[in-house]
């Protein structure tokens, strides 16, 4: 008999070990299931970024020979546009949208490079109603560094990510005699060798007013100035904010450069809007960037 028992408590005990185990392989299983499906539902993301009013310049050519540009409501349908396709994507991995660029043939007017870069349009499909300092604006992104090549002296090339450009409205244009509404960009936001660097624009003469202040050739180039802190390869925000007579640009909210100067007083003549993308800075044959914008959002 007590063979019997023994036998019998050690069958239960078996039982039970097999029960727990399969149980366990159960629950591993579902969980690994779990792990499974949300690493698919992590895998697919769009940036979220709404290009209702913006238009985009790519490097591909018309039939006239210049860029390629798309406005509102076409760019809406980006992901279905062949032309676009190269040159603005989505990246639903990391949930980006990606603007590629290399020096092609097709460049905008007063510029030899190449871009896939938006463009603000207050009114959708309009590039004639903009605004100005005193209205103020405030554009924030964040962006990331996806790939860019070297030049020959082994230092990355440099991207434009970030522009607020001038405009001239109509009366000003005819008023000296201009063939188009061009005016000088204010800001120019650069990735360069894994920093970022402003350069803005100075007035030459600081007695010039009036219509002086509208050519081009009243403008020159300041200094620039380099964020001390390395973004690299790596996501950071930018933002820009604008008032009368004053601009604000901050990187990753923690390091600040502020124009508050005669320059920028001067400069509310101008109508501006923004820009934002990949503007690449060279004509290397092989060179090439890719940008990923993750947000990007304008208020007035």
Known sequence: MNKIRLFSLCMICFLSMQLKAQSSSVDDHQQTQ???????????????IDLSHWSV???????????LSVEPPAILDYGNNEALKPYMYNDSI????????????????????????LR?????GDNNTNWTFSQGANMKGKLQMDEVTKAADGKYHKVIVMQIHGRLTNEQR???????????????????????????KVLKNLNAHGEDLLYTKAWGDDKGFTFE????????????????????????????????DIHMRKWGIFENYFKAGNYFQSR???????????ELEVTH
């Open 34 to 48: 779990v792990q499974k499906k949300k690493k698919k539902k992590k895998r697919f993301k769009l940036s979220g």
């Open 229 to 260: 802190q390395e973004v690299g390869f790596k996501k950071f925000t930018l933002e820009v904010q604008v008032t009368d007579g004053r601009m604000v640009v901050i990187l990753n909210n923690n390091e600040y450069k502020v124009y508050d």
């Open 284 to 294: 290397d044959k092989d060179g090439s960037a890719r940008v990923n914008y993750y």
């Open 174 to 200: 005819d008023a000296i005699g201009q063939k188009d509404n061009n005016a000088p960009p204010m800001l120019k936001i650069y990735w360069q060798d894994g920093k970022i660097r402003v350069k803005t």
């Open 120 to 124: 603000e349009q207050m009114v959708p």
């Open 94 to 117: 990391k949930g980006a949208l990606v603007f590629y660029a290399y020096p092609s043939e097709a460049t905008t007017a007063n510029t030899k490079y190449s871009r896939s870069e």
């Open 57 to 67: 310049t790519v490097p591909a050519a018309r039939e006239d020979g210049k860029p």
